[in-house]
């Protein structure tokens, strides 16, 4: 008799526990492309198999193999596309490869990506300085700060350094457009080139450049 009971014992034990465990959900990181140039924008989309009520954390792996935690995502659906606000650039971004790995409801998942560079992408906090010029906020001269930068960060070129500075007023238009994101990089960046090399504006040899303010913990 003993060893039965002690079998609908052991059987009331191990069965109960078997059929409360929690299964973790699928999850699926899918990235719109596996190369990206500067002036793009990291763009995926989060694939659950069940809305389980907890955010998705997202974390990056860069070329050094460093991890760092990206965002956190509200997941109401079983896709949740996710676009970056800023696209890359060459002074935040180096080219190589990098891993996003999703975690969500005990699952993990990864994707690779590569940034090829190729293109033109300029840093986000320089959209900043750009509205308080086209607002009137900024005198050109420091606005031109910002060029520099970009110049002493091989984004744009000056092949031919002016005596002066001269920005033309219009060109307020299309850097407010794309301070607002209605223009990519690559459009700015390039109609900035080519102004440049036409001497429309002319940047002097000796422009102070943001890497030079006298404070170097200054947030843009």
């Not at 033109?120 to 509205?131: F, L, N």
């Not at 001269?166 to 994101?181: D, G, R, V």
């Amino acid at each position: 008799m003993k060893p039965i009971l002690l079998l609908m014992l052991g059987a009331c034990i191990v069965f109960p526990g078997s059929a409360f465990a929690q299964s973790t959900p699928d999850i699926e990181l899918k990235l719109s492309s596996s190369i990206y140039n500067y002036g793009d924008k990291l763009d995926y989309t989060i694939v659950v198999s069940e809305v389980t009520g907890e955010d998705a954390e997202i974390f990056i792996i860069d070329t050094f193999e460093n991890k760092s935690k990206l965002l956190t995502v509200a997941i109401n659906s079983e896709e949740s596309r996710v676009i970056a606000p800023f696209a890359f650039d060459s002074v935040i971004w180096m080219k190589g490869t990098y891993e996003l790995e999703l975690h969500y409801s005990g699952s993990i998942v990864k994707s690779e990506f590569s940034i090829r560079g190729g293109t033109i992408g300029i840093p986000y906090y320089v959209k900043d300085i750009s509205k308080l010029w086209t607002s009137g906020q900024m005198p050109e001269k420091e606005f031109a700060k910002s060029l520099q930068f970009l110049i002493d960060e091989k984004i744009l070129f000056n092949p031919k350094p002016g005596g002066e500075l001269s920005i033309p007023e219009w060109f307020k238009a299309p850097t407010l457009w794309w301070s607002n994101n209605q223009i990519p990089d690559t459009i700015y960046g390039s109609a900035l080139q080519f102004l440049i090399d036409e001497r429309v504006i002319t940047i002097p040899i000796d422009q102070q450049s943001l890497s030079q303010e006298s404070s170097s913990d200054k947030t843009l």
